[in-house]
């Protein structure tokens, strides 16, 4: 509540600060909605619903040289394109490369970039989702030998938010700020194994208190201050395999916390979350436990203001089959209802490729791309208070299904799904529906289970979450 509050100052504020705000389109800050369903304008109260897309210059190379090749007219069409389609957020990418070569330098020239990019929004009215630095234009060396958990990666997040968070306090175009781009913990880092054996101390004090916890899994090989890590592979209920999972997880949850800091201290009026992978979900990853991305929004949604995670049908391909179609609905279902803690949840990557065959996928038609995505966003109303699709154009150097995902073709012509896209951007109130009252779960269960009982757990869920879904829409037409 502290956040709302703050951010209604801060917009009263920028109203009367002397970089141009007279001149500026009205455009008020987002602040999530007080009873967690949705967002709503700071001052106006009005409802904010984003939907839009995940945007970079299409012809800029793969992966895309966003920055390096950055083209204000080209951008400037672009957005103009985007809002003529009902574009209201548009997620965009910020790199380490252009931005923080070195752990000490934030770039001007790539701000001054950014700053076009910002009124180009403004003027267009598209709000805009900042994601933190990440490798599309090259991994620097002080991310080295542990982006996650190590010293010289930590202060550098610290100086870019400190930097960039403070330069758009207040900035109006500015939605929320997206800490990573679906980060995954590693399985192991060499370094990591002092602070492994100090949680353990902090978890359980001594070894007496270990050798109960662990029993015959605790060895004499197991001294205390230096317990072996566990391996790669699955062991349901094993106490090793199990803490290791949770510990992985707070290494992931320190992260998280030092940057929500880092930015409410440069920044207390926007909104921050984190684009989780779609294995952030504990229920369905193929293979070993290292699969599971240990980015927990359950656990961070303390920090965050609202959650974001991303969606792509990989339960087989949703047109070869019934079978894979319901799978993969299912398996969306899962992924939002696990987000659900209270706070909104914005499906922040999600879609399909049309119109072409990418890399190693067989050819679907344009049309079959809006039907699957639309059968998406129909399945999510209940779910999902924004969707961002993936990408905004068809990218014509993509080494994935980008190649021709987009809402528009590369020459920036409106696909079937761009069509579809518009038609529900125009009765964008209507979309989202409330959100019923979701089942609970024993998930961490899942972090040491073989596929098999990951595959029973995961349809024993999505059951439960297609009746809550089926029951609440059954006691709203009753009410009619």
């Known amino acids: ?78 957005f103009a394109v985007m809002s003529g389609m009902g574009v209201n957020c548009a997620r965009i990418f910020l790199t380490a490369g252009s931005f923080q070569p070195t752990a000490e330098k934030i770039e001007e020239q790539a701000l001054a970039k950014l700053d076009t990019l910002v009124e180009i929004a403004r003027e267009k009215r598209i709000r805009l989702i900042l994601t933190g630095p990440d490798h599309w234009e090259g991994q620097p060396d002080y991310w080295k030998p542990d982006r ?44 990591w194994r002092p602070q492994w054996n100090a949680w353990l101390q902090n978890t359980y004090a001594n070894k007496k208190a270990l050798k109960a916890a662990w029993g015959e899994e605790l060895t004499e090989a197991d001294e205390w201050g230096n317990v072996a890590v566990p391996e790669n592979l699955p062991n ?88 894979n179609r319901r799978k993969n609905i299912g398996y969306l279902q899962g992924v939002l209802a696990y987000c659900h803690i209270g706070k909104p949840v914005v499906l922040g990557e999600f879609g399909w490729y049309g ?8 050819y679907l038609s344009e049309q079959q791309q809006a039907r699957w995505i639309n059968e ?24 994935d299904i980008s190649l021709f995902a987009g809402l528009v073709k590369a020459d920036l012509t409106l696909k079937a799904w761009g069509h579809k896209f518009k038609g529900l951007a125009a009765n964008l109130p209507e979309l989202k529906k409330s959100t019923p009252m979701l089942p609970s779960f024993d998930f961490p269960i899942a972090l040491t289970a073989n596929d098999n009982e990951l595959d029973r757990m995961n349809q024993a869920y999505i059951k439960d979450i297609q009746q809550a879904i089926i029951k609440a829409g059954d006691k709203s037409r009753s009410r009619k």
């Open 1 to 78: 509540m502290s956040r709302f509050i703050v951010s209604v100052i801060w917009v009263s504020i920028w109203h009367f600060t002397a970089i141009g705000a007279t001149n500026r389109p009205s455009m008020e800050l987002i602040i999530a909605a007080p009873d967690g369903q949705g967002f709503v304008e700071a001052d106006s109260d009005c409802s904010y619903i984003p939907f839009g897309t995940n945007y970079y210059d299409p012809h800029t190379g793969w992966a895309p040289k966003l920055w390096r090749l950055f083209d204000a007219d080209k951008v400037r069409q672009h």
């Open 355 to 362: 119109g072409g065959a990418p890399q190693h996928h067989p």
């Open 148 to 191: 996650f958990a190590g010293q010289a990666a930590l202060q550098a997040l610290d100086r870019f938010w400190t930097v960039v968070a403070q330069r758009y306090r207040g900035e109006p175009a500015i939605f929320a700020w997206d800490l990573l781009n679906e980060p995954h913990i590693p399985w192991f880092v060499e370094q």
């Open 376 to 399: 998406e966003i129909e399945a999510s109303r209940t779910l999902a208070d924004g969707w961002l699709s993936w990408p905004f154009a068809d990218s014509p150097e993509s080494g």
């Open 236 to 323: 349901q209920g094993n106490p090793r395999l199990q803490d290791w999972q949770l510990f992985r997880e707070h290494l992931a949850d320190e992260w998280v916390r030092r940057q929500v800091e880092a930015i409410g201290r440069a920044d207390p009026t926007h909104l921050v979350t984190v684009g989780y992978i779609q294995w952030s979900y504990p229920l369905v990853r193929s293979g070993n436990p290292n699969r599971y991305a240990a980015f927990n929004p359950r656990r961070q949604a303390r920090w965050l203001d609202f959650m974001t995670i991303h969606f792509y049908p990989t339960l087989g391909s949703p047109f070869e089959s019934e079978q």
